[in-house]
């Protein structure tokens, strides 16, 4: 069960056996108005890029994290190396075309942006390395989970000490797909993923997947031991007052995020 955080007014959620400072947003305890009320971190949604620094000083405040390293989000599975020298910030140089981030750098953070996607935390306490993926359905089925595993492992990390949180995101019970997503979960899966695909209840020819079960499922198949991951049961898309959910909102909204930073909570 993950435990909701509240901090200077901000109101986030932690994963209790995780063991590095870490943090999946919600809406609440920003300064952004409208569409992007308050606390979105997205920034390239239009929302005005001072409100979006001061909602980053914020978090960055609560989390005693100065030094940020950010990803392009581009739907896919590379696992991006980084170091202090990587870090930004909101409204600067562009970063890197990637969807996962790695690093051993002790006190950095690592950030990725959620709308609904998949967000995957993971930390290796005994050597220090930690790692962040975005998992959308795309990124899932080409295993970014697998990836930033041995992306660790790399790093020299047991996978049977990394621990692995993932946050709130689309459930299976609002991730309406077509027979593409299924295809695809059962080809990564190698056969074995038809506990997380079932028919639509609404729609023939439509299926809902667990996007959630699938990148557990391939952490497990990564090395990690099921005991080490936890898996929020919060849905994005069936709360939009605490959420932004592409899905339900479209594009015209903000975005939540988590973040890990390579220190002991």
């Known amino acids: ?15 209790p056996l995780f063991p590095a400072v870490h943090a ?15 606390l979105n971190l997205g920034e390239s949604r239009g929302d005005d890029i001072e409100r979006v620094r001061e909602n980053f000083r914020r978090v960055k405040d609560a ?30 140089k562009m970063p890197p075309d990637c969807d996962g981030l790695v690093t051993d750098e002790e006190g950095l953070g690592l950030i990725i942006f959620i709308a609904d996607c998949a967000p995957i935390l993971l930390c290796d306490e005994k050597r220090h390395i930690v790692a962040a993926a975005h998992a959308g359905w795309r990124g899932t089925v080409a295993d970014i989970a697998g990836k930033a595993v041995e992306a660790m492992a790399g790093l020299g990390s047991d996978r049977r000490d990394i621990r692995a949180a993932i946050g709130p995101c689309i459930s299976k019970c609002c991730f309406e797909t077509g027979p593409e997503v299924p295809e695809a979960v059962m080809k990564v899966l190698e056969g074995a993923g038809g506990e997380f695909i079932a028919p639509s209840p609404a729609h023939a020819e439509k299926y809902t997947v667990d996007l959630k079960g699938v990148n557990r499922a391939l952490l497990i198949r ?44």
Request: charged letters at 25%; glycine letters at 8%.
């Open 1 to 15: 069960m993950f435990s909701e955080v509240r901090r200077d007014g901000l109101l986030y959620l932690t994963a």
């Open 24 to 38: 999946f947003t919600t809406r609440y305890g920003g300064v952004s108005e409208g569409v992007f009320a308050s």
């Open 63 to 92: 989390l005693g994290v100065q030094r940020l390293c950010f990803t392009h989000q581009i739907h896919e599975n590379k696992v991006r190396y980084v170091t202090s020298a990587d870090a930004r910030e909101p409204g600067d």
């Open 222 to 265: 990564a090395g990690l031991r099921p005991e080490n991951i936890e898996v929020c049961d919060e849905c994005t898309a069936c709360h939009t007052d605490r959420y932004w959910s592409h899905r339900v909102l479209g594009p015209e909204r903000g975005s939540q995020a988590a973040i890990v930073v390579n220190r002991r909570a």
